[in-house]
């Protein structure tokens, strides 16, 4: 269930991957050929590569694939490697877990100050919220492989 959810977003970031390419080619139509540019295509493009970013990260992370570097696994045992691995999952959950309560300390204190972007006023606020749950997930991912790694 958990892994078709991170699915699910994955996807959703996909699609909205599509819309972008979708809003730049409107973009360059209409400000190169109608001479009429959209106002709001930059902010528009900065939102949603937010959402790119942060609906794709537990997906990645939860199927490996992210780019990992082995420059201890030479020196260690294979036990040795098994607890060193667990400890930087552990490690990592716990900074992801960091980062997702300050970036919901920082979303609603942005959101008591009224923060949104220029030309269009979309509120940061929720974009803010996607980034904290998508670290949320992110630490829970990372903490699920610590425990595949412990119990294997």
């Known amino acids: 269930m958990f892994d078709r ?6 996807l959703a970031g996909g699609a909205v991957l599509l819309g972008l390419m979708a809003l730049i080619a409107f973009d360059v139509v209409m400000r190169y050929l109608l001479r009429l540019p959209f106002l709001g295509a930059y902010e528009m493009t900065e939102l949603a590569m937010a959402l790119i970013v942060f609906l794709g990260l537990p997906y990645c992370a939860a199927t490996n694939g992210h780019v990992a570097v082995d420059l201890l696994a030479a020196l260690l045992d294979r036990p040795g490697m098994r607890w060193f691995n667990a400890a930087l999952h552990l490690a990592g959950a716990a900074v992801t877990a960091v980062m997702s309560w300050q970036a919901v300390l920082y979303a ?4 008591s100050r009224g923060e949104a972007t220029n030309m269009l006023k979309i509120s940061h606020f929720p974009f803010q919220l996607l980034t904290a749950a998508s670290m949320l997930l992110f630490a829970l991912v990372l903490l699920r492989q610590a425990w595949r790694v412990i119990h294997r």
Request: aromatic share 10%; no cysteine; charged share 20%.
């Open 5 to 10: 959810a991170l699915r699910a977003l994955a």
């Open 108 to 111: 609603f204190e942005s959101s």
